[in-house]
Structures are given as C-alpha cells and as structure tokens.
C-alpha cells in the first residue's frame, strides 16, 4: 500500500454520511410543514446509496485504507439491502412518527447515521472498524428508541438497551484485546493466518473467542443474549421496533461473516458447537415464549429470537452452501420482518396503537386485502410452502444436514412446528374472530399501502428467482473465504 | 409438414379444453347460445383435424415424441407427449366424432335445463381429457387422462345435484373407480420401479427382457410382468366396468341421457379396453393375466346381460347392455385378439351412442318417463326414433351385415380358437350372451315402440318427434353403425390394420387363425363369405330364438313374463337384485370398512393423536411456555446476570486447561 489514499470502494458510506450531515444542517432552515424535504433527502440519500453500492458491485475484493476496509460483494450485496430496507422503513413510519411527534430531522438523521454504522460493519476488514461501525449503529439504535422523551416505556426501553448494550460492546473489545494479545494484529486476514498457526485447543484463543460470540450473540439477539430484545422491541416506538427489527440483523449478519468465517475460520470446530447451543436455545426459547405472548410486538420480538437461531444454523455448518443459506435467511427475514412491523404501523392510528394480538381480531371483515398481505407475511414466517420463508428454512436446514447434524435439523423443524402456532393464531384471529366493537376504519396513505402490497406479496412473488438470488448469496459469502487469503 | 402435424397434435385436445373454459367460466357473458357454439366449433375442429390425422397416419406418418417435460424426478422424467399411431388415430377419431354428435343433440335434449352452459363446459372438458389419455405416450399422462374423464364422469352423473340418487350414484363411481384407480397407479408404480421409466416405447422394448423376473406377491411366486398386467387390469375393471366393480355403472343412468351416450357407453368406460389394447405388449407375456381378463370379461358379458332381461327402465337396459359388450371387448383382449376388440369398441362405440340417443329421444318425447312398462307403440309418432332404434338393435344384435355382427362374431370365433385356460368357459358365455341379448334388444324394442300404448291419454296426446338437432345426430350415428363393420373387416380383422400398434406373440394369434377359416377372398365376395359363414353359425340361431321368444312374450302373448316371473320367482329375484353385488358391499364391505374407520376415529385420532399427542403436547407446552416467560422479569440486572451465566456457561464448557 503506497500512501496515496483510494476512497473509491467507500464511495456509498461517505455519500450517505455527507448526505447525513447535511440533512441535519438542511432542517435547522426549515420550517415545520417542510420537514418533506428533509423526509425527501432521506429516501433519496438512500436510493442512491443503494445504487451506489450497486455501481460498486464486483466479485473480486478492492482494499483501501491500509486494508481496514474491503469492498467486496458480501459488502455490496449487504450494503444494498440496507439502503433499500430502510428506505421502505422510512416510507412505513412516516405516517406513524408524524402523528406521535417524532417526525423531525434528527430521527431521520438518526437512521442515516445508523445506516452509515451497518455500512461500515459490512465493509470491516479491521477489529476496530468493525468496532466503530456497530457502536455508531448502537449509539444511533439507542437514541431512536428513546426518541419518543415522554414514553415512559420507551426510556425504559432505550435505558435497557444502552446499558447491556455497553456491556456487550465491552465484552466484545475485550475478546478482540485478546486476539491482539495473542496475535499481535487488529486486521482480520492477519488474525486468521497468526490463528491457523495456533492450536485449536488454546485456552487463551477460545477465551477471547468466547468474549467476542458472546458480544455477536448479544447483537444478534440470540439465547441467553437476548433480554433485551422484547424489552426493546415493545417499549420502542414502533417505527424504531421496526428499523431495528430488520437491518441490524443483516449489518450483525456481516460481522458475524467477517469475524467467525473470515478471521477465526480455522476455530470452526470450536466455535460451532457454542453456536449450537446458542442456537438451539433461541429456537426453542423463542418460539415457546412467543406462544405466552399478548402483545403482537413482543410476539415478534421471540420470533426474532428464534428466527436468529434458524440463521445460526446455516453458519455452525461450515460450508459455503451453509453460509449463503444462512445470508439467504437473514435477507427473507428482514424482508418478512420489514412487512409484518409495517402491518402494525399501518393499522396504527394517532393514540393508538396496533400493537395488542386482540388489535387484529377480525381483521378480515374490517378490511379483507390487510388480512391477505397478514396471512402471507404469517404463513411466510411460519415457513410454511409455497412462500418463500419455507425455502429459506428447507436451505439452512439442507446445510446443516449436508454436515450430519440430523439431530439438530430434527430439534429445528420440531420448533419450528411449535412456532408455527403463534403465526397461525394471528392468521385465526383476523379470520375467524369477531371485531371488538367500535374499531375504526384502517386509513393508510396510499405510497404506505402500495409498498405493504409489494413487500407481502413478494414473499410468493419472488419464488421463481429464488436460485438466481440464492446463488448471489453464495458469490457473496465465497468472496469473503477467498478475499481473505490475500 | 412434420411441425405442421405436431402443432394438429397439440391443437386437437387443447380447442376442446379452451372452449370448455370459455363456456364455463364465462358462461353467463356469453350466454347458451355462445356456450355451445363454441364447443360445438371446438369439438368440430377437434373431429376435423383427427381425421387428418387419421388419413396421415394410414399413410404412414407416426409421431412419439414429448413435448413438454413437467418434472425430472429420480432420473425420470415426467413428461406430456404423444404417441400417434393407428392405434390413438383410430380412438381420436371415434372420440370426436360421438362427442360431435353428441354436443348436438345435447342443445335439444337439455333445452330447457338451467345448467346448459356448465354442461356444455363439461363435456368438452371431457372430450379433451379422453383425446390426452389416447394420445399419450407415457403411463402418467395415461393416468392424467384417467382420472380426469373420471372426475368429469362424476360431475356429470351429478349433474342434477338436486336429486338425491343422483348424488348417491356419484358418489357410488367415484368410490368404485378409487379402487381400480388404486390397482392402476400401483401397476403404473410397479412399472416405474422395474423399467426405471414411464414411457411406453422404453418399457414395451425393455419387457421381453424383463418378463422372468419374478416377485413374491401375497405369498404366490409370480413375474412381474403378471403382477403389473393384472394391478392394470384393476384399473380396467373400475373403468369399464367390469364384474366385480361393475355396480357403478347402471347407477351412473342417474346423469343426463347425452352423458350416458358419450361417457357411460361410446368412449369412457372403453377406455379400460383402449388401454389393455395398448399394453398389449405386456399383456402378451403373461398368460396368466390374458387369461384372467379373459374370465372376468366372459362372466361380464354374460351375467350382466341376464340382469338386463329383467329390468324396465330404458336407459337401464342400455346400460346392461353395455356392461354385456364391454364384456366381449375384454374378452377380445383376454383372447389376443386386440384388434377384433377394438374392431369392436369402434362399432359399438356408434352404434351404443345411438341406442342411448334413441333412448333419450323416447324419454324427451315422454316427457321424461323412463319406465317401459308405460310406452308402447311408439313407432308412429315416433319414425325417425323408431328407424334408429332399429338399426342400433340389428347392429347391436349382430344381424349379420350390421357392423355389430362382424365384430362380435370375430371376438367369439377368437375365443373359440384361444387356447388359454377359460376359453372354453368364454366361448360358452359369449355364445349364450348372444341369446341373451338378443331377446333383451327386442323386448326394448317390442316394448317401447310395439304393442298397445300403455301412457296416459294426456301424455299420449303430446306425444311428438323431438327436433332436428335430436334426429341428425341420430341418423348421422345409424350410418356407421350399418357400414362401418363391412368397410372396416377386412383391413382391421385381417389386414394388419393397427400395424405396429398391437403386439401379439404368433402362439396367441388366433386372429390369424381366423383368418384361415374365412374365404381366400377380398371385398364383397370376403363380406358375402363372411356373412354365409356367420349365418352357419350358433349365434346366429341363437339370435333369431332370442327375437322369437321375445316377440312371443312381448307381442303375442303379454301375460306370459308375468306368469314367467312368479314361476322362476328365485331366478327372478336374484335377476333383481343384480345378484346381491350392491348389497354385499353396502352391508360388508362399506359397513365393515366404516366400523374399523370409526375405531381409528375414536380410538386413534380422537383420543391418541388428539387427545394425547396434539392437545397433550399443546398442553404441555403452554404451561411450559407460561412459566418460562417469568424469566423475563425486566429487571435489567437480571438480564446482565443471564448474559453473565452465558458468558461462563460457554467458557466452562469450552475452556480445556
């Protein structure tokens, strides 16, 4: 590396963070019935950065920095499904968000920064810009979640997550102190080389190697990591449950990719039997707490629990195939969890909240076409055929087969059976149950109902490209195994 | 001209399957009379380009080929093709053309019925479902076909879903043909386990290898290739009715009289005999199996038609009759003589169609009465009918000249000639059946249109001859059934006709057997020969004392079957009750079947797997799943805890020092 400095590769995270900072200026100039622009800004700093890392797309990693950074197509793909999702994020809340007060230059500010954050995890070829990249995500998360200031449960809420928050930051740090120690280097392609000369059996090394799973677990939101999620995921307003609900999963995705496959590969077979019992905990733990719950959010929120168990399966496997079905599922979730947060939004009105199990009831003859694009995000989620959350469930388990991990697919698919009871309770309740009285009639802005149709729908929509799109995956992830032995 | 010839192909079923769309799904935009022009167009189309089909097969343009692979599964491929030979030519073109005649006569028959349109939209459907079965050329496409002239036949047995016997008699098919259709995908299965493949040309080449390989099966030692003739031959007795899952068929008189005609006589319930004439050149390999349709088809021909002596229904008597013919067509095949069972089907595919269509006419003109008992001397209002029924009767009676009496008397000199075991059995049965049929044709006739009128004045009265659109398809159908049986003997019965399409090994041939005792002669010197020969022969006689004995019972002396009756009083009520079939099943075979359903019901599923099994474990995880959501206390402390025991959870896991 000579010392002129190539910023090409990171052309889409400082487009997004200029854009940032000058939103932030823009609103200071504006008025009140305006804030449109600023709204406007937001979708378009997006769409660009979307295409941006689109231009940017190629197979081969580029490195600059001093090798901190990588642009390669895990990066790439990543980067585009987080500009898009939040874009559809953004076009969800606003309706939400302006009734509640929240509609102001920062919360999108916010959301730009936490953008930047994810950006800069999927591009991390560096301990410390990994570090930096999730604690801008995190501090950006934490804010939003108490940004509604006189929602006692939102500051619960955000308190929750700040203070375990830091203490998973801090474990985290403290695992990778301890890979430096032992290896003398921050960068990730020189960590794996120091650790394939290393014994597996290195106390020391799985030390570290525990710090830094238990701060991805925390992240993730996995078993026994994961208190925090339906504190989080309830007391936050739900604009917020519904950006963290859906990007951070794939940034947290990245990282997990970047750390355990591309720098600590070698300690696979250490590291997959903790991700077993991680991910065997969250399938069962999430799926049988859900069933106890009343509130949709919190329903959700062990949903995810159990869902990032389901991911976790396709990374303990080992193999490219089990990586990319792992990526696969993660992209399907965020895409499912992006329609079903947006479902509550849309049924959502000023001082009310959709948010209650006894919310949908009868949904079906208060409006027949929200229930249809419910049912489809329900049937989805509970992976059952044709939509396209079975496909992303067949694939991780198909991977975990491939390694003779039998026992574990049959504990994932006797779960997912169990879990598939609260998806279809929602589906029993808007079909089959009478409306409490005096509900109102739904009103959604109508970008907000084009967009919820296209996303519930394209969980049948998209079956016949799901072997181009898995097979993006799984360029994506290669990319990583091969870029990192330059 | 080959591309030219793929796309009629592919046109023949799909006009059928569009125009049965059209006029069922848009059937009230476009009203009855857009209903059925366009399935009459359609199906015109279709009988049109068969026939170009036809004449470019007989000049010896074939085609087997796929056009369409659905699924590759296990290395098989499942696949939609076509085999056209003379074989599917000949069926395409007898199907089309009844189905024709028959779309006609329905726009008189259901004048009045407010489900016109959905009965145009079905039989066109059915048309196209019939035209895939014959063309295909692979067992699931074959089984494709099946099931669905099954499911239209259905439909249309309930076609007046308001009748209780008609939902009744529906029902009765379906279940009936569930369990041949068992017997034929468990055949179909067994092909694709022991050739690896589904197409016919891959299996008939790979079966002479394979016939001695054999299977243990209930204990006997048999091949497999028995084993798969007879598990196909099960789906042949649901389909064509035959002894013993013969019961549906009279009941399925409940549907409309057209349906009867195209459905329940010319082409369905043939389809059975249609495909053990494709199989052939399985069926040759196993004696055993060629011998057990050979019984079974005998015993059909024969006691089914006694049962038609004793009914009054007209469309029931028909019906018996039908169920008596497709007896000899099995037969035919039972015999090797495929090509003379088919010879057969194609007569009688016209000449059947006819007799039903003569039938619906009398019901039309008697304001739907079916009762025989109240007709009688119909023949003056009703000429035209009158003529027909004539003629479907001479040729269903093998009068010789008609086409019918070429066809039977080839079946029953083939089976005369085989030397499987039960020939002598089927040529008994076949001969008597000629009896037998010959008095039940001529008491239908004596009866209906003979003799004092039995109806009402009022009825009388109004007694006219139904419209031309009844009487064309009529007249159009009695043709054939005269001629084709004189123009068709010689190439099908000893001309090689069907060429390559049926296989028959040299010690099976008894056609060619046959051959050598007609005259060494050619065109109307072979038919004269023929005639003379026929006419020298028992059933000949013994159709002339069955049309006797008729008359006298009939005409000239009334009281005698009711003296006949009280008489015989045993041999009459067997006759009855069609020999207890109904009743053993209903009382055995259903009951038995619904007590050990009830046992699982309540036993089983109710209490086990839903008692204990779903709820149980339901119960089990909901109490579960209410205690463990109080860890989540939301004491944040308790969540660092939970994450601190996680952190040591792993590391003492881990951690080896």
């Not at chain 2, 007989?58 to 003379?86: C, H, M, Q, R």
């Not at chain 2, 199996?289 to 469309?315: C, E, H, P, R, Y």
């Not at chain 2, 009939?554 to 008489?567: F, N, Q, R, S, T």
Request: aromatic share 12%; hydrophobic share 55%; charged share 10%.
């Amino acid at each position: 590396m000579n010392g002129t400095l190539n910023v090409t590769p990171a052309i889409p995270e400082l487009f997004v963070f200029t854009m940032a900072c000058l939103i932030l200026v823009v609103d200071l100039y504006i008025r009140k019935e305006q804030r449109v622009i600023s709204y406007g800004l937001t979708l378009l700093t997006l769409g660009v950065g979307a295409l941006l890392s689109l231009s940017s797309f190629s197979a081969e990693p580029v490195f600059t920095f001093n090798n901190m950074f990588v642009d390669d197509a895990l990066s790439d793909v990543v980067k585009i499904a987080i500009c898009l999702i939040t874009l559809v994020v953004f076009v969800y809340s606003r309706d939400y968000i302006e009734a509640r007060g929240l509609y102001k230059g920062e919360y999108f500010v916010l959301g730009l920064f936490a953008v930047v954050g994810m950006m800069v995890m999927a591009s991390a070829n560096h301990f410390l810009v990994l570090y930096l990249g999730l604690e801008l995500l995190s501090l950006s998360l934490y804010s939003m979640v108490a940004f509604q200031r006189d929602s006692a449960l939102a500051t619960e809420a955000a308190m929750k997550y700040f203070v375990l928050g830091a203490l998973a930051s801090g474990m985290m740090l403290y695992g990778m102190s301890i890979l430096y120690g032992l290896t003398g280097s921050l960068d990730i392609p020189t960590v794996r080389q120091a650790v394939g000369g290393m014994s597996a059996d290195d106390v020391v090394l799985i030390f570290g190697l525990v710090f830094v799973l238990v701060g991805l677990a925390f992240k993730l939101g996995v078993v026994p990591f994961h208190m925090w999620v339906p504190d989080v995921y309830h007391g936050a307003p739900t604009s917020t449950t519904l950006f963290i609900g859906t990007t951070p999963k794939i940034a947290g995705f990245a990282i997990v990719i970047r750390l355990l496959i591309g720098g600590l590969e070698d300690l696979h077979g250490t590291w997959r039997d903790m991700v077993i019992i991680l991910a065997v905990l969250s399938i069962g733990t999430g799926n049988l707490i859900a069933i106890a719950q009343t509130n949709l959010k919190r329903m959700l929120a062990y949903s995810a629990i159990s869902h990032m168990g389901f991911m976790l399966l396709g990374i303990l496997a080992g193999t490219p195939t089990g990586y990319s079905a792992a990526f696969f599922y993660i992209l399907v979730y965020a895409f499912m969890s992006l329609g079903a947060f947006g479902m509550i939004l849309l049924l959502s009105r000023e001082g009310f909240e959709a948010d209650e199990l006894d919310d949908l009831k009868g949904l079906n003859q208060r409006n027949s076409w929200y229930a249809a694009l419910m049912l489809l995000l329900m049937i989805s989620m509970a992976g059952i055929p044709p939509a396209v959350g079975f496909f992303a469930k067949l694939s991780v388990i198909q991977a975990i087969i491939d390694v003779n991990l039998v026992w574990l697919a049959v504990i994932a698919v006797l779960f997912a059976v169990v879990g598939a009871f609260y998806y279809l309770r929602v589906i029993k309740l808007m079909y089959f149950d009478p409306p409490d009285e005096g509900v109102q009639a739904i009103e959604a802005a109508t970008d907000l109902k084009v967009v919820m149709g296209v996303n519930a729908w394209a969980v049948l929509l998209v079956l016949p490209w799901i072997g181009p799109i898995q097979q993006l995956c799984l360029t994506a992830v290669a990319s990583v195994m091969n870029g990192f032995v330059s | 001209m080959f591309e030219n010839m793929q796309l009629i192909y592919v046109a023949i079923p799909l006009s059928c399957l569009v125009a049965s769309i059209i006029a069922g799904v848009f059937g009230k935009k476009i009203g009855r009379a857009g209903a059925h022009t366009i399935t009459i167009s359609a199906v015109a189309l279709s009988f049109v380009l068969s026939l170009v089909v036809y004449f470019d097969v007989l000049a010896g343009n074939k085609f087997n080929g796929s056009l369409y692979t659905w699924a590759i599964s296990g290395g098989v491929p499942f696949e939609i093709g076509f085999l056209i030979d003379e074989l599917s030519a000949t069926m395409m073109a007898v199907v089309t053309f009844v189905s024709l005649m028959v779309h006609i006569y329905t726009v008189g028959y259901m004048h009045d019925d407010p489900g016109y349109q959905r009965f145009f939209s079905y039989i066109a459907l059915f048309t196209f479902a019939m035209l895939m079965l014959v063309m295909s050329n692979n067992f699931l496409q074959l089984f494709f076909g099946w099931e669905a002239v099954g499911l239209v036949s259905y439909l249309l047995i309930g076609f007046w879903f308001q009748r209780e016997s008609a939902i009744a008699a529906n029902l009765k098919a379906f279940l009936v043909n569930r369990v041949g259709d068992l017997g034929f995908l468990l055949g179909i299965a067994a092909i694709a386990f022991l050739f690896g493949s589904l197409d016919y040309s891959a299996v008939f080449s790979a079966a002479p290898q394979a016939a001695a390989v054999t299977v243990p099966f209930l204990g006997v030692e048999t091949t497999w290739i028995t084993l798969i003739c007879l598990l196909l031959f099960v789906g042949a007795m649901g389909k064509s009715a035959q002894v013993p899952l013969h019961v549906w068929l009279p009941d399925s008189m409940e549907g409309p009289t057209p349906i009867s005609a195209l459905i329940h006589a010319a082409t369905m319930v043939t389809a059975g005999i249609f495909m053990i004439a494709r199989m052939s050149p399985l069926y040759e390999l196993s004696e055993t199996a060629l011998s057990v349709v050979m019984v079974i088809g005998a015993i059909t021909a024969f006691f089914m038609a006694l049962i038609g002596l004793v009914q009054n229904d007209i469309k029931r008597v028909v019906a018996y009759s039908t169920l008596s013919q497709l007896g000899y067509m099995t037969v035919a095949m039972g015999a090797s003589a495929y090509a003379a069972g088919m010879f057969h089907l194609v007569t009688h595919a016209f000449f059947k169609a006819l007799l039903f269509l003569a039938a619906g006419s009398v019901i039309i003109a008697m304001h739907h009465e079916q009762d025989m008992r109240a007709m009688g001397g119909l023949r003056k209002p009703l000429p035209i009918t009158y003529l027909t029924a004539v003629i479907g009767t001479l040729a269903l009676v093998g009068f010789p000249g008609f086409s019918g009496f070429f066809s039977k008397d080839a079946i029953i000199e083939a089976v005369h000639l085989s030397k499987l075991p039960g020939s002598g059995f089927a040529y008994i049965a076949l001969t008597a059946g000629v009896f037998v049929t010959s008095f039940y044709s001529f008491r239908l006739l004596f009866l209906t249109f003979h003799g004092r009128p039995r109806m009402d004045q009022e009825v009388r009265r109004h007694v006219k001859e139904s419209p031309w659109v009844v009487t064309v398809p009529l007249v159009l159908l009695a043709i054939p059934s005269v001629v084709i049986g004189a123009w068709y003997v010689e190439p099908m019965l000893f001309g090689g006709f069907f060429g390559e399409s049926l296989k028959v090994l040299p010690e099976h041939d008894t056609l060619a057997q046959l051959a050598h005792e007609v005259p060494d002669a050619t065109g109307v010197e072979l038919l004269l020969g023929i005639m003379l020969h026929g006419m020298l022969a028992p059933p000949f006689w013994l159709f002339l004392v069955g049309a006797i004995a008729a008359w006298v019972m009939y005409i000239d002396k009334p009281e005698l079957p009711g003296k006949l009756a009280v008489k015989f009083s045993a041999i009459y009520r067997t006759l009855m009750n069609k020999y207890g079939f109904d009743e053993f099943y209903e009382r055995v075979i259903a009951r038995g079947i619904r007590s050990i359903g009830h046992v699982f019901w309540q036993i089983g599923d109710a209490k086990v797997i839903d008692g204990w099994m779903v709820n149980g474990t339901a119960r089990v995880v909901g109490w579960f799943s209410g205690i463990i959501r109080h860890i989540q206390t939301g004491y944040v402390y308790h969540y660092a805890f939970a994450m601190i025991i996680g952190l040591f959870l792993l590391m003492t896991l881990f951690l080896k020092f």
